[in-house]
T-cell receptor
Framework: DTEVTQTPKHLVMGMTNKKSLKCEQH?????MYWYKQKAKKPPELMFV???????INESVPSRFSPECPNSSLLNLHLHALQPEDSALYLC?????????????FGEGSRLTVL | AQSVTQLDSHVSVSEGTPVLLRCNYS??????LFWYVQHPNKGLQLLLK??????LVKGINGFEAEFKKSETSFHLTKPSAHMSDAAEYFC????????????FGAGTRLAVHP
């Protein structure tokens, strides 16, 4: 299984809602990532988890809260988002957080904030 | 600091003709370079990588890239375009420090016409 599975594929939420994005991989990878991608732009790194611990937070606003319950799962909790947070949120994984550059990406969750 | 510049934001070719997507890099050391592809409404997929072994790198789906240090280039080519090659292509470098913190180019959108 070489897949990274993201749910839901589409999410519409109001600015006062609380929702979560979920990411799952069963490749035994020990590093997992959240990226944000706006239309016609490259992905931007948000968070990196290595061995289930947060290792990189790219100064992301606290309305985005990541969680790594185990080595296969990565969540992104969303609260009090703004319309400008509407984007494609991509999850990725790699065998470990090392100098390889080879990431496996999910298909993304497309978020719309009204 | 490392960076990559993709010289064309859009490239349009006819099916069966060659593809050339251009990427220049800036790095103070021998970089690790990658090409990722993103099909519409999909996640990213690694096409190929250069990590200081052979300068001509072969990837998936008939793509290849040549690392040219003298020109600081890592252009992506394919002899014959297929309709399924229509996608966004990102040239990527990873920084020193041993982390999978991908530095993306702005992307090149490849259109393939019948």
């Amino acid at each position: 299984d070489t897949e990274v599975t993201q749910t839901p594929k589409h999410l519409v939420m109001g600015m006062t809602n609380k929702k979560s994005l979920k990411c799952e991989q069963h490749m035994g990878h020990r590093a997992m990532y959240w990226y944000k991608q706006k239309a016609k732009k490259p992905p931007e790194l948000m968070f990196v988890y290595s061995y289930e611990k947060l290792s990189i937070n790219e100064s992301v606003p606290s309305r985005f809260s990541p969680e790594c319950p185990n080595s296969s799962l990565l969540n992104l909790h969303l609260h009090a988002l703004q319309p400008e947070d509407s984007a494609l949120y991509l999850c990725a994984s790699s065998p470990q957080e090392t100098y390889t550059g080879e990431l496996f990406f999910g298909e993304g969750s497309r978020l719309t904030v009204l | 600091a490392q960076s990559v510049t993709q010289l064309d934001s859009h490239v349009s070719v006819s099916e069966g003709t060659p593809v050339l997507l251009r990427c220049n890099y800036s790095s103070s050391y021998s970089p690790s370079l990658f090409w990722y592809v993103q099909h519409p409404n999909k996640g990213l997929q690694l096409l190929l990588k250069y990590t200081s072994a052979a300068t001509l790198v072969k990837g998936i789906n008939g793509f290849e890239a040549e690392f040219k240090k003298s020109e600081t280039s890592f252009h992506l080519t394919k002899p014959s375009a297929h309709m399924s090659d229509a996608a966004e292509y990102f040239c990527v470098v990873i920084p020193s420090g041993g982390y999978n913190k991908l530095i993306f180019g702005a992307g090149t959108r490849l259109a393939v016409h019948p």
